[in-house]
T-cell receptor, first 114, second 115 residues
Framework: NAGVTQTPKFRVLKTGQSMTLLCAQD?????MYWYRQDPGMGLRLIHY???????AKGEVPDGYNVSRLKKQNFLLGLESAAPSQTSVYFC?????????????FGPGTRLTVT | GENVEQHPSTLSVQEGDSAVIKCTYS??????FPWYKQELGKGPQLIID?????GEKKDQRIAVTLNKTAKHFSLHITETQPEDSAVYFCAASTYSGAGSYQLTFGKGTKLSVIP
């Protein structure tokens, strides 16, 4: 099993450009998440999904959109990139039972917006 | 919403010594508290977790304690080794409605084990 994979690993964008980050998991998990990680800020939840066709906002959703058309994939889109979106983005997936479930993280995507 | 505070932000210990990282949370309804280890250039990985009906859990050199009354939990690493050097995150799981749960993370502790 590959676990959670993310594409691409690195990307440089100019302000105003758009891009999509792809996350894929092969563990048949219902839940998927997108986080951003900034120095000294820990991991902050952007959007999440509790199943195919569902999405919900997390702590910092502004400027991002997501889609979960297939259970194994969760896409994060930036329609008009801003320098404030320079960050490392992590995707995660989990099963949930009674509020408990290990989140499995991907290797991350380092995004720089100039 | 849930707020998780983590201390210290950096910690240096001599190899063989113990390391303790502490976290507090605000939502008394939180029921699951995992700890993640993140090595340089990698995603976080779960190392140990504890549920709210348990006070302490051990796994070899790693232990976690939970005080629900005080709303704090701690990670203890004994006999530290250089490979324990990493950033450690605590988290708390809270119900966010419609059958879904979220993890709120602390800001992390950078642990350095000096050989």
């Amino acid at each position: 099993n590959a676990g959670v994979t993310q594409t691409p690993k690195f990307r440089v964008l100019k302000t105003g450009q758009s891009m999509t980050l792809l996350c894929a998991q092969d563990m048949n998990h219902e839940y998927m998440y997108w986080y951003r990680q900034d120095p000294g800020m820990g991991l902050r939840l952007i959007h999440y999904s509790v199943g195919e066709g569902t999405t919900a906002k997390g702590e910092v959703p502004d400027g991002y959109n997501v889609s979960r058309l297939k259970k194994q994939n969760f896409l994060l889109g930036l329609e008009s990139a801003a320098p404030s979106q320079t960050s490392v983005y992590f995707c995660a997936s989990s099963y949930i039972l009674a509020g408990v479930g290990e989140q499995y993280f991907g290797p991350g995507t380092r995004l720089t917006v100039t | 919403g849930e707020n998780v505070e983590q201390h210290p932000s950096t910690l240096s210990v001599q190899e063989g010594d113990s390391a303790v990282i502490k976290c507090t949370y605000s939502d008394s309804a939180s029921n699951y508290f995992p700890w993640y280890k993140q090595e340089l250039g990698k995603g976080p990985q779960l190392i140990i977790d504890i549920r709210s009906n348990v006070g302490e859990k051990k796994d070899q050199r790693i232990a976690v304690t939970l005080n629900k009354t005080a709303k704090h939990f701690s990670l203890h690493i004994t006999e530290t080794q250089p490979e324990d050097s990493a950033v450690y995150f605590c988290a708390a799981s809270t119900y966010s409605g419609a059958g879904s749960y979220q993890l709120t993370f602390g800001k992390g502790t950078k642990l350095s084990v000096i050989p």
